[in-house]
């Protein structure tokens, strides 16, 4: 949006327009430049600032000193080791049962049932607004009497508020395909709907996919309520039962957690980039 | 109506001069296409439709928008499943078979090739379904783009070709797997005039080349006159008429293929006992039509079909012309305000200029009475 904006005032300067006309467009610019810069700035500030406080709260000690003991003592910080592997496991079994069913269901409606989409958009939306301990009554309830007492339990509950966003991410991206045209080729073609699935539209919703998984992996990995009301000691759980005892290495871990989930975002996004231009290099190469 | 359109296919790649009927092809199957109905809603697309195409032949389904010719041809495609009716290939019912087992290529309006695959993979996919294996797959994948010319492109994904060389693509991965009857559905809407014009000319060649039957849906008369073998002009789910494109433009069997096909003239004209008089002539009838003698009605009168010379007082004056190379097109204005086309050859238009006072006459032997506007006449 920036270049636009610079190219149209330096041509304005360039062809020296210096008529009334031409110098109010000018200020009028300048000040919509302004303008822009001083809205980045305060949502900057509004973002980058608590992230500030929280890394200069884990890097200095009680004498105002800059040291990275709260980031090395957390790996020995009595019960994270096992927080932080129950958290992965969690998030690994999430995706996969959220990817399991989610896709397979968002693709069919597409196809067969496009008028049902919009019911199924409404449905989707249901666990931002019903609250947790009646999620969790409800996956009690309906859950196989053997996960009733292990921690995947939260798994199932993770799935049911993970939806509404792999869903959207998975329909974004099938709605940026040519779905029906696609399946339709691929059956003219003897493709099974098994073939079709996986040889056509999956290859084409990557980046959905990836989407979708951060969304649940961050959730995971930012998900208090129900795993505190589950009693299981997740990462974001023990995060919060650390903070009374140490708050300088509760606090690295929080802002770990944050930095990780941005760097895996930044790291899958730029495969995905480096697989389309090595596509591209090959295509060039031939 | 009633028709019945049969079908048949074969295909094959032997190395053959394009649009050269390749005599070693394998005979395909016939299709039949009875009494189909289908409905949405309150909506008939298809009423009744029945057609039968030849082995080898290249029928075009012709009409406006919402006349149900790819309701038509994804019936047949096996994408739609029909209220009732049944479709025959090779007088085999296939209503219960699946899309994927009807051996059937389909090129599609929107491009459909698979953007994660290279256009050599899209060419392939049909045969890797089939259980081709790769080295064989790709060479006849190779072989088919060598025939549309695209095998420099063969790595290139989709994204890096333009629209007429995606739809090659598309016709060549509808090919390669030999099908059985070859379905287009509006392949040339969505490209620029001249590539539309280059890639008709190429599917007729390979279809005539692999003596493939094909079915053709458009709604671009010009395309489907000049390509096919026959056409089908339909209407409100029905068949208005089937024929050879010169029949079709020259004895229309109904009002509405007459004003479909080709330029067509309403002009006003008084019904008699044997016929009309339009621009002072009587010409008789052709078809039946019950209106009250004197009563005014509408002819139906081709630009071609009439005379016009430049005279001192007339009964029309010359609006425009359009050039159109050997012939040009003037637009004359009536009395009533109605206003015709005529088509003279340019050397006598040259003498004709806009504001001219003419006078018009009907060289038609016979004519047809237009339907009335929002009218249908049932047949």
């Known amino acids: 949006m920036v270049v636009p904006v610079v190219a149209a005032d330096t041509a ?22 302004a303008w822009r810069g001083i809205v980045l700035g305060l949502t900057g500030i509004f973002f980058l600032l608590p992230l500030y406080a929280a890394l200069r709260f884990a890097l200095e000690n009680n004498l105002g000193h ?15 080791i096992p927080a932080f592997l129950l958290s992965v496991r969690l998030a690994a079994v999430t995706m996969a049962i959220t990817m399991a069913l989610i896709v397979p269901t968002t693709i069919y409606v597409h196809v067969k049932y496009p ?7 409404a449905i989707t939306f249901l666990p931002v607004g019903i609250p947790p301990i009646v999620l969790i009554i409800g996956v009690l309830q309906s859950a196989p009497f053997v996960l009733k007492s292990t921690p995947y339990l939260l798994a199932l509950e993770y799935v049911i508020l993970a939806m509404p966003f792999a869903y959207r991410s998975l329909d974004a991206g099938l709605r940026a395909i040519e779905l029906k045209t696609l399946v339709d080729a691929s059956r003219s073609l003897g493709g099974s709907w098994l073939a079709t699935l996986w040889r056509v539209i999956v290859p084409n919703l990557r980046s959905a996919f990836l989407s979708a998984m951060i969304l649940t992996l961050a959730l995971v990995f930012g998900e208090f309520t129900m795993a505190s009301l589950d009693l299981y000691t997740t990462l974001p759980v023990w995060v919060v039962n650390t903070d009374s005892i140490t708050a300088h290495v509760s606090v690295a871990v929080s802002f770990l957690s944050l930095a990780l989930t941005w760097v895996l975002l930044l790291a899958l996004s730029s495969v995905d980039r480096r697989r389309f231009a090595r596509r591209a290099l090959i295509v060039e190469g031939t | 109506m009633t028709e019945m359109l049969r079908v048949s296919m074969s295909t094959h790649r032997a190395d053959v001069t394009p649009g050269t009927p390749d005599r070693s092809v394998r005979q395909g199957a016939s299709v039949e296409l009875l009494d189909l109905h289908r409905h949405f809603g309150a909506t008939r697309a298809l009423d009744g439709m ?7 032949e290249l029928v075009s389904l012709l009409g406006p928008s919402g006349c149900g010719k790819t309701t038509a041809l994804r019936v047949l495609a096996g994408f739609d499943v029909p209220d009732s009716g049944k479709v025959l290939v090779d007088g085999r019912d296939i209503g219960r078979v699946p899309s994927q087992d009807r051996d059937m290529g389909m090129v599609f309006q929107s491009y459909s090739l698979f953007p994660n695959m290279d256009a050599r993979d899209n060419v392939a996919f049909g045969l890797r379904m089939r259980g081709v294996k790769k080295g064989e797959r790709r060479r006849r994948a190779a072989e088919l783009l060598e025939m549309v010319g695209l095998i420099k492109e063969a790595r290139k994904y989709p994204h890096q070709l333009s629209g007429g060389q995606q739809q090659r693509v598309a016709l060549a991965r509808a090919l390669a797997i030999e099908p059985r009857v070859l379905l287009l559905d509006e392949p040339l809407s969505a490209l620029d005039a001249k590539v539309r014009v280059q890639l008709r000319e190429q599917i007729r060649a390979l279809q005539t080349r692999l003596q493939t039957t094909t079915v053709f849906v458009t709604h671009d ?5 000049s390509i096919s073998d026959r056409v089908c002009v339909m209407r409100s789910g029905r068949i208005e008429q089937v024929d050879v494109p010169s029949l079709l433009y020259a004895r229309p069997a109904t009002p509405f293929v007459a004003e479909f096909v080709g330029t067509m003239n309403r002009i006003p004209a008084r019904a008699t006992s044997s016929g009309v008089v339009v621009l002072g002539r009587q010409v008789p009838v052709r078809g039946s039509f019950r209106v009250a003698l004197g009563s005014t009605v509408d002819v139906l009168v081709r630009p071609e079909e009439l005379t016009i010379s430049a005279v001192g007082v007339g009964t029309g004056v010359v609006m425009g012309k359009t050039f159109f190379g050997a012939v040009t097109r003037l637009a004359v204005l009536l009395d009533g305000a109605v206003t ?33 506007e929002g009218e249908r006449w049932t047949r």
């Open chain 1, 66 to 80: 800059l040291t990275l003991a709260a980031f090395s003592a957390i790996p020995h910080t009595t019960g994270f």
């Open chain 2, 221 to 225: 008369q010009e395309e489907a006159l």
């Open chain 1, 115 to 121: 008028k049902l989409l919009v019911a199924f958009d």
């Open chain 2, 50 to 56: 029945s057609l039968v195409i030849e082995p080898g």
């Open chain 2, 340 to 372: 015709v086309q005529v088509d003279k050859s340019t050397a006598d238009a040259a003498s004709i200029d806009p504001g001219a006072a003419v006078e018009l006459g009907v060289l038609a032997t016979e004519v047809m009475v237009a339907e009335p």
């Open chain 1, 12 to 33: 304005l300067r360039r062809d020296g327009d210096t008529s009334a006309g031409g110098r109010s467009a000018s200020l009028s610019w300048r000040r919509i430049r």
